[in-house]
T-cell receptor
Framework: AQTVTQSQPEMSVQEAETVTLSCTYD???????LFWYKQPPSRQMILVIR??????QNATENRFSVNFQKAAKSFSLKISDSQLGDAAMYFC???????????????FGGGTRVLVKP | DTEVTQTPKHLVMGMTNKKSLKCEQH?????MYWYKQKAKKPPELMFV???????INESVPSRFSPECPNSSLLNLHLHALQPEDSALYLC?????????????FGDGTRLSIL
């Protein structure tokens, strides 16, 4: 079974600065998807960024970018130019490429709370 | 604005009550999910429906009964719940495969059991 680990329970960043959230995972599969979701106090889980394991290029979405190291099974999220609206819980998640392997299941990490100081 | 709509937003019920949570999406997704989330924890998968058929039940107690009447609707029927069932219940939907497998979540229903 796959596991996802987020080793930082909480991170604090000054507005306009950069913060990096770590995520490691354990899998024996070669093809899979990785996600970062954001959950603000409003409760909705919002997709931040997605990475396909077969793509070597790191995904980027505006101020959000990932550092995907497949051999090291690492998937960190960098938030640049942090804004007050970035304050939230961030969850890293893994999904098998093949539905038959594990159904449509997402495996989540424990989450990292991001605090943004004005 | 969320594309997955959950009602009600908040629900308070006694342990003997029967209530239902509702989830609706109009994105043409054929997979729908129920998650339970406790405070400061990640969501825990409860059920997955694929093409209106139950495909995954994560050993959820029978006091939770899911229903998928059509491809756009997902219900969670609640009966004789326990205080430990108080949580945020999230619904999500996605395509079955390919680039559309990203799960889209609703705002959730905050459930409190008295």
């Amino acid at each position: 079974a796959q596991t996802v680990t987020q080793s930082q329970p909480e991170m604090s960043v000054q507005e306009a600065e950069t913060v990096t959230l770590s995520c490691t995972y354990d899998t024996s599969e070669s093809d899979y998807y990785l996600f970062w979701y954001k959950q603000p106090p409003s409760r909705q889980m919002i997709l931040v960024i997605r990475q396909e394991a077969y793509k070597q290029q790191n995904a980027t979405e505006n101020r959000f970018s990932v550092n995907f190291q497949k051999a090291a099974k690492s998937f960190s999220l960098k938030i640049s130019d942090s804004q007050l609206g970035d304050a939230a819980m961030y969850f890293c998640a893994y999904r098998s490429f093949l539905i038959k392997a594990a159904g449509n299941k997402l495996t989540f990490g424990g989450g990292t709370r991001v605090l943004v100081k004005p | 604005d969320t594309e997955v709509t959950q009602t009600p937003k908040h629900l308070v019920m006694g342990m003997t009550n029967k209530k239902s949570l509702k989830c609706e999406q109009h994105m043409g997704h054929r997979a729908m999910y129920w998650y339970k989330q406790k405070a400061k924890k990640p969501p825990e998968l409860m059920f997955v429906y694929s093409y209106e058929k139950l495909s995954i039940n994560e050993s959820v107690p029978s006091r939770f009964s899911p229903e998928c009447p059509n491809s756009s609707l997902l219900n969670l029927h609640l009966h004789a719940l326990q205080p430990e069932d108080s949580a945020l219940y999230l619904c999500a939907s996605s395509q079955e495969g390919g680039v559309g497998i990203t799960q889209h979540f609703g705002d959730g229903t905050r459930l409190s059991i008295l």
